[in-house]
């Protein structure tokens, strides 16, 4: 496995995981809408990287866009292969991440939340992508009153936000 999808690479966990899987070797493809990201994250990993490196060429290979949009995603699956090479696995963070807007705006929520993550599995499908992992939140447990939440707890969650992440885990 050499190839890695980050979706939401820009964010602020996304673009740490790009950086700790380029020091371990592999090509990082994002994909972001810019959000909840900054491009300015992904600029500062390629320059660490080929400060650190004296490589010449991105290790990061970036596509602004969104995940809501199948093609989109199609793209970055296509781009690999033209390049001989193979998305072999995804890491999803992508997805909006504020309780209180979700509250305020669930469709929002679940249009992008879960919507977006089943057009990503449909075409890690397509492509024949079967490694993948999903950044969840401890918002899956609602209210939780004991510290720390351990994995197995119930998942009741009590937010929009937390409803749409227990969704995309099921699925």
């Not at 939401?8 to 990201?37: P, Q």
């Not at 949009?69 to 998305?87: P, T, V």
Request: with cysteine; hydrophobic share 40%.
């Amino acid at each position: 496995m050499r190839n890695i999808l980050i979706t939401g690479g820009a964010g602020f966990i996304g673009s740490h995981a790009c950086l700790e899987l380029l020091e371990s070797g592999y090509r990082i493809y994002v994909i972001d809408s810019l959000e909840n990201g900054s491009f300015e994250s992904i600029s500062r990993i390629n320059k660490f990287f080929k400060e650190k490196n004296k490589i010449s060429d991105n290790k990061v290979k970036f596509f602004k866009a969104d995940i809501r949009n199948k093609n989109n995603l199609k793209i970055i699956f296509e781009d690999a292969i033209s390049n001989n090479q193979k998305i072999d696995a995804v890491i999803h963070f992508a997805g909006l991440k504020a309780v209180s807007e979700s509250q305020e705006n669930p469709l929002k929520y679940w249009e992008y939340n879960v919507l977006g993550s089943i057009n990503l599995f449909e075409v890690m499908e397509v492509y024949n992508c079967k490694n993948l992992v999903f950044s969840s939140s401890a918002s899956v447990y609602g209210e939780a009153h004991i510290s720390p939440i351990k994995e197995d707890n119930f998942l009741i969650p009590s937010s929009v936000y937390g409803k749409t992440k227990k969704t995309v885990e099921e699925i």
